[in-house]
């Protein structure tokens, strides 16, 4: 009888061996103070993000996000009841970015007293849409369900391409 050889995922590369480098583990996914095992450290290696991790990255996209979202909740409200701080706020938006959160909240702090105002209501905001209405797991669902999606999408718009079938065949 012939024998069989299985072969696991994990040991299948389609990338030729890099060298060692002088390193004990060559693709080690964990930092050289971290207190895991080669065994125990399950994460993917992700390289080229320098000091921050991709989740750290990520979270600063969301805090961003988060100042973005409570300056629309926090402008929605003023439009209804306070227009003239409305016009004051819309008017600081269209000088200033809303790319970096931070730096927006402190530049609005910075201009005036009303303005100061405006910006405490948006930390405020910030914090409480963060902690309690920011909708997690829908969030962590949504992100897999579109990777999922574009994956198959992406790789069937690629089969249908390099597939000669004709029109008809299919």
Known sequence: MESSAIVSLSQLSFFPPRPNRGRAYPSWPCKKNSQCSRIQCQKMYVPGFGEASP???????LHNFFTYTAVKIVAAQLESYNPEAYEELME????????????FCGSLMRESSRHKNLALRILEVRSAYCKDDFEWDNMKRLAFKMVDDS???LMRDYVIETSHVEEGEK
């Open 55 to 61: 989740e750290a990255k990520a979270a600063k996209n």
């Open 151 to 153: 994956n198959k999408r």
């Open 92 to 103: 600081f938006l269209g000088r200033h970015s809303l790319n970096d959160g931070d730096k």
